[in-house]
């Protein structure tokens, strides 16, 4: 009651009753305009939702994860006003995003993060006909570009050989391995993309390093909060965070823009050098065609750019990192990939990515490697674009949807002893073929899967199989070994800082 007068005391009347009046429609539009059968979920609050109870403890995604025992595979909650609708098993995930994936492809527009995404530019955050016409010039040239140019298998052995020479240069000391391959990963995007690498020293590229692992350790993923809530970024504590994330994308967007401007002034219709060329040429031959309708401009350039690389270094770095901890934790498992290496290519000579098909336990390991590593904890947020059924459920038009990728891949009901590095569960009888369970799914599937899995696969094979070639991983004698627990960084979940030796053979 005091309280209520001294409120009264500040406020007059009419402005009372027209807040209080407010509060009614929004507590009845929250309990009575919310659709029907929609999958079951935890309440929340109204305007908040559940958004205030996913981030006043601990991590929001173990949260989430934990929903999962009291609803079930499928259920729902409000974040802000936003409906979201979480799916944990592969069923419905393979029915959701691909036999009704014309309905859930559309990636959700993050209001939030509007400045970031430059308003759904790019690949990542893009829809329609802008993002049909950029995955398809994209998949078609990351796959190589024409005679005369580095093959991009030629581009990676050359990472490939910078993070070898600087593991012989340990002299079998503990290291940590993870800086190394944030640069080798850096370079291989950089060298695929723009045609050049960079020494570690070079300040252009520290430049980009620095955005990039400010962007990454200011992202949390789609449990961001701006996201659903977006006048929250006018929030003092709140603003600095967001202003500071939105200055690092601009630092990732300003590097591609000169490397845009660079090629330019270079650029050679004879020679196609690498992405940002055959850009170059896609975008004269649309324009021709279409004129101010091309999907081609600059601006959209140079954001589709940023986003390979924010899409394909971190992805690469923390899968390798992974590799290389388990290589070291199942030493038997390391042994018998390298009889493999052994017999098939031998020590004369180095990898190439064709040997992979006489190799089958190695390819085995690197699909195993990355179900145990599991660095991506969900997909990129869709929206559900027409009212669909998922298990009974009505999933409205306009819900998002969260794909929990994670569980998946150490799900009991799917893999058996999941926290077990065990190559041979991708392999068939015949010991020859490999087996792919439907729930593997490290690169995602449906339309709107990774457009860098053959060069993502690519990668990991060379560089387990270069690096085993000369090297025996080990963990530090007599340190105590260290945790599998995962960590978030970023946007991908990493292992814990470890360190590791690499002794020559
Ligand atoms: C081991 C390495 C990688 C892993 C595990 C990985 C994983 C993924 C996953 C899970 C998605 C989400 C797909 C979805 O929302 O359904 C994705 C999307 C994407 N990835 Fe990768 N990725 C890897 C490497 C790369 C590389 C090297 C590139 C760049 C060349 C790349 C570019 C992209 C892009 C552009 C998308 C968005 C596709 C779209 O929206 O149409 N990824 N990736």
């Known amino acids: 009651m005091d309280l209520l007068a001294s409120l009264s005391g500040l406020l007059n009347t009419n402005t009372l009753a027209l807040l209080a009046s407010l509060l009614v429609i929004i507590v009845i539009r929250y309990l009575v305009v919310r659709p029907r059968n929609l999958p079951p979920g935890p309440c929340g609050i109204p305007i908040f939702g559940y958004l205030l109870s996913l981030f006043r403890t601990g991590y929001p995604w173990d949260i989430i994860f934990k929903k999962r025992e009291k609803y079930g595979d499928i259920w729902s909650m409000?974040?802000?006003?936003?409906?979201?609708?979480?799916?944990?098993?592969?069923?419905?995930?393979?029915?959701?995003?691909?036999?009704?994936?014309?309905?859930?492809?559309?990636?959700?527009?993050?209001?939030?993060?509007?400045?970031?995404?430059?308003?759904?530019?790019?690949?990542?955050?893009?829809?329609?006909?802008?993002?049909?016409?950029?995955?398809?010039?994209?998949?078609?040239?990351?796959?190589?570009?024409?005679?005369?140019?580095?093959?991009?298998?030629?581009?990676?052995?050359?990472?490939?050989?910078?993070?070898?020479t600087q593991m012989a240069k340990q002299q079998g000391k503990p290291f940590s391995i993870s800086n190394y391959l944030h640069l080798v990963s850096t370079n291989i995007i950089l060298h695929v993309v723009f045609g050049k690498r960079f020494d570690l020293d070079n300040k252009e590229l520290n430049v980009l390093l620095r955005a990039l692992h400010g962007m990454f350790h200011d992202l949390e993923g789609f449990v961001n909060p701006l996201i659903y809530v977006p006048w929250l970024r006018h929030l003092p504590f709140i603003?600095?965070?967001?202003?500071?994330?939105?200055?690092?994308?601009?630092?990732?967007?300003?590097?591609?823009?000169?490397?845009?401007?660079?090629?330019?002034?270079?650029?050679?219709?004879?020679?196609?050098?690498?992405?940002?060329?055959?850009?170059?040429?896609?975008?004269?031959?649309?324009?021709?065609?279409?004129?101010?309708?091309?999907?081609?401009?600059?601006?959209?350039?140079?954001?589709?750019?940023?986003?390979?690389?924010?899409?394909?270094?971190?992805?690469?770095?923390?899968?390798?990192?992974?590799?290389?901890?388990?290589?070291?934790m199942c030493p038997d498992v390391q042994s018998k990939v390298r009889a493999e290496i052994d017999e098939v290519i031998g020590t004369s000579r180095l990898p190439t990515y064709e040997d992979r098909l006489k190799m089958p336990y190695t390819e085995a390991t690197c699909m195993e490697l990355q179900?145990?590593?599991?660095?991506?904890?969900?997909?990129?947020?869709?929206?559900?674009?027409?009212?669909?059924?998922?298990?009974?459920?009505?999933?409205?038009?306009?819900?998002?949807?969260?794909?929990n990728l994670y569980t998946m891949q150490i799900d009991e009901g799917y893999w058996k002893n999941p926290d077990e590095l065990n190559p041979d569960r991708f392999i068939d009888g015949s010991g020859k073929v490999i087996v792919k369970p439907d729930s593997f799914m490290p690169f995602s599937l449906g339309r709107r899967n990774c457009i860098g899995e053959s060069l993502g696969k690519m990668e990991l094979f060379l560089f387990l199989t270069s690096i085993l070639q000369k090297f025996e991983l080990t963990f530090p004698k007599g340190a105590p070994l260290p945790t599998t627990e995962h960590i978030c960084r970023g946007i991908t979940m990493a292992p814990k800082p470890y360190e590791i030796c690499a002794t020559q053979r």
């Open 239 to 328: 603003r600095t965070k967001y202003t500071e994330m939105v200055n690092h994308m601009t630092t990732v967007v300003n590097w591609s823009k000169k490397q845009i401007a660079e090629h330019r002034s270079t650029y050679d219709p004879k020679c196609m050098r690498d992405v940002v060329d055959d850009y170059i040429r896609e975008q004269k031959e649309q324009f021709k065609l279409l004129g101010e309708e091309s999907t081609f401009t600059e601006s959209q350039f140079a954001k589709t750019l940023t986003d390979l690389i924010v899409a394909g270094i971190e992805t690469f770095s923390t899968t390798f990192d992974w590799f290389a901890f388990y290589m070291a």
């Open 78 to 164: 409000y974040l802000g006003s936003q409906l979201v609708v979480v799916l944990h098993n592969w069923k419905l995930v393979k029915e959701a995003l691909v036999d009704q994936g014309d309905h859930t492809s559309y990636r959700a527009i993050m209001h939030g993060l509007n400045v970031a995404t430059d308003g759904g530019r790019g690949i990542v955050h893009s829809n329609g006909r802008q993002w049909k016409e950029h995955r398809r010039f994209l998949l078609k040239s990351l796959r190589g570009f024409g005679v005369g140019t580095k093959s991009i298998e030629e581009r990676i052995m050359e990472e490939v050989d910078y993070l070898t």
């Open 371 to 403: 179900r145990i590593g599991n660095i991506a904890m969900s997909l990129f947020l869709r929206t559900v674009t027409k009212d669909i059924e998922l298990e009974g459920y009505n999933i409205p038009a306009g819900s998002a949807l969260i794909v």
